[in-house]
């Protein structure tokens, strides 16, 4: 059983990469784009899984594949529903909180609130729960740095400003998502 959910995690990440990998050779069709989004609909998922350039991409995917095995005991239906459901909850609190925002490329937010969301719901596991606050504080501290000293290494190894933004919005929706996850499993249990 656990070779099987194994081979299952390699099996999504190989796929979700190659989509990924797809997608970045045409990225300008996928990118977030204030003035087209609503009318092309595809962008509310797709800007997070596009890239500023390989670099940003190489980075984020590499983060994105550790996930799984840090945190072993989510399956492949939560890492897909994370994936579909922060991705357009991000991209529509752009469009309608910070309209400033024109363009955007990257799974950094994705992946912030994907950590925060795994995290929190492994907070309820006594032998998961010293790991998962120490993600959750580091991502806090990170967060911290973001806004106050600033990630100008990051923006350039990756060429593009990094939107700091995209990384606390997914923070919050993973907090949300963990919530709602956790109370939704608590009234299934009694």
Known sequence: MLEQHFRQKIIFLAAFVSLCACLQIFKDDFIYWRESLLGEFWRLWTAHWVHVGWTHYFLNILAFICLPFIFPR???????????????????????????????????GVLHGAYVAVACVHLQYKRERGFAALVLFLILAKLVWENTIGNSGTAQLIGSPVLVEAHLLGVIWGVVLALIYIVTNYFQDS
């Open 74 to 108: 989510v399956n492949i239906w939560h890492f897909s529903a994370i994936l579909l459901i922060l991705s357009p909850l991000i991209s529509l609190s752009f469009y309608f909180f910070l309209p400033n925002i024109e363009a955007y490329a990257g799974l950094s």
